[in-house]
T-cell receptor, first 116, second 108 residues
Framework: GAVVSQHPSRVICKSGTSVKIECRSL??????MFWYRQFPKQSLMLMAT?????????EQGVEKDKFLINHASLTLSTLTVTSAHPEDSSFYIC????????????FGQGTRLTVV | QKEVEQDPGPLSVPEGAIVSLNCTYS??????FMWYRQYSRKGPELLMY????GNKEDGRFTAQVDKSSKYISLFIRDSQPSDSATYLC????????FGTGTSLTVIP
């Protein structure tokens, strides 16, 4: 299957600072990438859909000024958590994929963010 | 009404047992149905997908979709301890709609 690489896998930051998470498609071009958030023992919650060269589409209730998404190339999308607070601590996962059924089907390894 | 309903378990079975994991969904327009396996603190891994109704088999895994009843199943034969993980069903429309996941433990 397609390979999606996410970095870093784990980050601890101080409250008030910003954190950038990278998501790369390694062996294909992804015009669309998805960003999810997952709390312990809960399912994936879609935060936003990232389209190459255009603004991301955010799900209801997700603050676009807090979670900045940039999709500058066909192989890279970034999520920046700005002015992080302890309640932003969570598992963040990106996905991408080929078109059709596999669009968005392959996930990165996830990033465990802890804000102290 | 939620798009996808999945029994969160946990489910615990002895090694070698047949496991049945199930989901129901509400949107009859869904055409693709994915199953993901997620190990603790890892991203989900695509296990199988089916298109429309019917069965699909891959080794010890069989995915089944019944669109008339909006019911999705994943069967695992001869379950192994390495199958211990959380399994998520994910019908696909314009986006994926994930179930809450069923936590499975296979006891040696």
């Amino acid at each position: 299957g397609a390979v999606v690489s996410q970095h870093p896998s784990r980050v601890i930051c101080k409250s008030g600072t910003s954190v950038k998470i990278e998501c790369r498609s390694l062996d294909f071009q992804a015009t669309t990438m998805f960003w999810y958030r997952q709390f312990p023992k809960q399912s994936l919650m879609l935060m936003a859909t990232s389209n190459e060269g255009s603004k991301a589409t955010y799900e209801q209730g997700v603050e676009k000024d807090k979670f900045l998404i940039n999709h500058a190339s066909l192989t890279l999308s970034t999520l920046t958590v700005t002015s992080a607070h302890p309640e932003d601590s969570s598992f963040y996962i990106c996905s991408a994929g080929l078109r059709g059924a596999h669009g968005g089907a392959f996930f990165g390894q996830g990033t465990r963010l802890t804000v102290v | 009404q939620k798009e996808v309903e999945q029994d969160p378990g946990p489910l615990s079975v002895p090694e070698g047992a047949i496991v049945s994991l199930n989901c129901t969904y509400s949107n009859s327009a869904f055409q693709y149905f994915m199953w993901y396996r997620q190990y603790s603190r890892k991203g989900p891994e695509l296990l199988m997908y089916t298109y429309s109704s019917g069965n699909k088999e891959d080794g010890r895994f069989t995915a089944q979709v019944d669109k008339s009843s909006k019911y999705i199943s994943l069967f695992i034969r001869d379950s192994q301890p390495s199958d211990s993980a959380t399994y998520l069903c994910a019908p696909r429309g314009n986006q994926f709609y994930f179930g809450t996941g069923t936590s499975l433990t296979v006891i040696p």
